[in-house]
C-alpha cells in the first residue's frame, strides 16, 4: 500500500495507478477527442488536477513567469487554464522545456549545481585518501552527499515544473527522506545485479527505475510502491522516453565539453527535462501546494 493516498496501478498512460481506467472517461470525453479539456477523469487524485487550483497564485502553462515560450509544449489549455496532459513525452519538446525553465530562473539552478559539484569533489577526494578507514568513511560521505543533491534537485525540478519558481533556499528543505534512502539503495541493488548480468539487463533496469525518487519525493511513496509506480508509469511510454533519455546524455555530453562550465546549463536542464516528462507521464499531485504552504 502506499503512503501519501496514491492508488496502485497498471502505468496506462495519465493514469499510471489506475485511478480512473475502465471506469469512465477522461474528463467525462472520450480519450483523443475532445481531450483532457474538463480534467483527468473525476479529479484521480483529489482536488490536484493541474488548472483546478492556482499553485502560488498562477495556473501552470499560462507563462506564469512573463515568457510566452514557457510551457508552449503543452500549448492546448485544460480546464481553468491548466496543460492539457497527453499521457505521451514529446522527447525534443521535453528538452525545450527544460531549457525555458532553466533561462526563466537561472541562479538558484546554477548555484545548486554548483553546490553539488564541490560537496562531490570534496567527498571524492576524501575517498581516494590512502588510509583504508579515511576512505571508507569518505565513501559513506560520497554516497550521502549524493543522495542529499538528488533529493534537493529533484524537489526543486517539481516546484519549477509545477508553475513555481524556487528560490535557492526551497531545494533544501526535505521530507520522506528515510524512505529516499532505502530507495536508492534497493535500486542500486537492482541496477548492479542487472549489470553483472551481461550489462544490459542493467540498463533495462536503470531505465525502468530511474524516477523511483521521483515517486518518493512527489507522492510520498515507499521505496517498493516507488519502484513499481516508476517501472509501471515509464512502461506506459517506453520509447519517447528511452529518446529523451538519449538527448539528455548527448545534452550533458556537450556541457562537458563546452570547458566543463556548460554542466552548469546542461545539468539543470536535463534534469527539469526529465521532471517535466515525469508530470506529463504521472499527472498531477498535491506535492507543490503542500511544499509552498509551508514556506
Request: proline share 4%.
Given at each position: 500500500?502506499?503512503t501519501g493516498g496514491?492508488p496502485?496501478?497498471?502505468?496506462?498512460p495519465?493514469d499510471?495507478?489506475?485511478?480512473?481506467t475502465?471506469q469512465?472517461?477522461?474528463?467525462?470525453q472520450?480519450?483523443?477527442?475532445?481531450?483532457?479539456?474538463?480534467?483527468?477523469?473525476?479529479e484521480p487524485?483529489?482536488?490536484?488536477?493541474?488548472?483546478?487550483?492556482s499553485y502560488?497564485?498562477?495556473?501552470?502553462g499560462?507563462?506564469?513567469?512573463?515568457?510566452?515560450?514557457?510551457g508552449?509544449?503543452?500549448p492546448?489549455?485544460?480546464?481553468?487554464?491548466?496543460p492539457?496532459?497527453t499521457?505521451?513525452v514529446?522527447?525534443?519538446?521535453?528538452?525545450?522545456?527544460g531549457w525555458?525553465?532553466?533561462?526563466n530562473n537561472p541562479?538558484?539552478?546554477?548555484?545548486?549545481?554548483?553546490?553539488?559539484?564541490?560537496?562531490n569533489?570534496i567527498?571524492?577526494s576524501?575517498?581516494?585518501?590512502?588510509?583504508?578507514?579515511?576512505?571508507?568513511?569518505?565513501?559513506?560521505?560520497?554516497?550521502?552527499?549524493?543522495?542529499l543533491?538528488?533529493a534537493?534537485v529533484?524537489?526543486?525540478?517539481?516546484?519549477?515544473?509545477?508553475?513555481?519558481?524556487?528560490?535557492?533556499g526551497d531545494?533544501?528543505?526535505?521530507?520522506?527522506?528515510g524512505?529516499?534512502?532505502?530507495?536508492?539503495?534497493?535500486v542500486?541493488?537492482a541496477t548492479?545485479?542487472?549489470?553483472?548480468?551481461?550489462?544490459?539487463p542493467?540498463?533495462?533496469a536503470?531505465?525502468?527505475l530511474?524516477?523511483?525518487?521521483?515517486?518518493?519525493?512527489?507522492r510520498?511513496?515507499?521505496a517498493?510502491?516507488?519502484?513499481k509506480?516508476s517501472?509501471n508509469?515509464?512502461?506506459s511510454?517506453a520509447?519517447?522516453l528511452f529518446?529523451?533519455?538519449?538527448l539528455?546524455?548527448?545534452v550533458?555530453?556537450?556541457?562537458?565539453l563546452?570547458?566543463f562550465?556548460?554542466?552548469?546549463?546542461?545539468?539543470?536542464?536535463?534534469t527539469?527535462?526529465?521532471?517535466?516528462?515525469?508530470?506529463?507521464?504521472?499527472g498531477?499531485s498535491?506535492?507543490?501546494r503542500v511544499a509552498t504552504?509551508t514556506?
Open positions: 500500500m502506499t496514491t496502485s496501478g497498471d502505468g496506462f495519465n499510471p495507478y489506475g485511478a480512473g475502465g469512465q472517461n477522461w474528463g467525462g472520450q480519450h483523443g477527442g475532445q481531450g483532457n479539456a474538463q480534467g483527468f477523469g473525476q487524485y483529489p482536488d490536484q488536477g493541474y488548472g483546478q487550483q502560488g497564485g498562477q495556473d501552470y499560462q507563462q506564469p513567469y512573463g515568457d510566452p515560450a514557457y508552449a509544449a503543452h492546448q489549455p485544460g480546464q481553468g487554464g491548466g492539457m496532459m499521457g505521451r514529446s522527447a525534443t519538446d521535453a528538452i525545450g522545456a525555458q525553465m532553466f533561462k541562479l538558484p539552478w546554477v548555484l545548486i549545481t554548483l553546490a553539488m559539484f564541490v560537496a569533489g567527498a571524492s576524501v575517498s581516494n585518501s590512502e588510509s583504508m578507514s579515511v576512505s571508507f568513511i569518505g565513501s559513506i560521505l560520497t554516497f550521502a552527499v549524493s543522495l543533491f538528488q534537493f529533484i524537489r526543486g525540478a517539481l516546484l519549477e515544473v509545477d508553475g513555481h519558481k524556487p528560490e535557492i531545494f533544501f528543505k526535505l521530507h520522506n527522506f524512505a529516499f534512502v532505502i530507495a536508492a539503495i534497493l542500486a541493488i548492479t545485479i542487472g549489470f553483472i548480468l551481461l550489462i544490459i542493467g540498463i533495462v536503470a531505465f525502468l530511474y524516477w523511483t525518487l521521483h515517486f518518493v519525493v512527489d510520498n511513496m515507499t517498493i510502491d516507488a519502484m509506480s517501472v508509469a515509464i512502461k511510454d520509447g519517447n529518446a529523451l533519455a538519449v539528455n546524455i548527448l550533458v555530453i556537450a556541457g562537458f563546452a570547458l562550465v556548460g554542466l552548469l546549463v546542461a545539468v539543470p536542464v536535463v527539469l527535462a526529465s521532471v517535466f516528462a515525469y508530470r506529463t507521464i504521472t498531477p498535491d506535492f507543490s504552504s514556506v
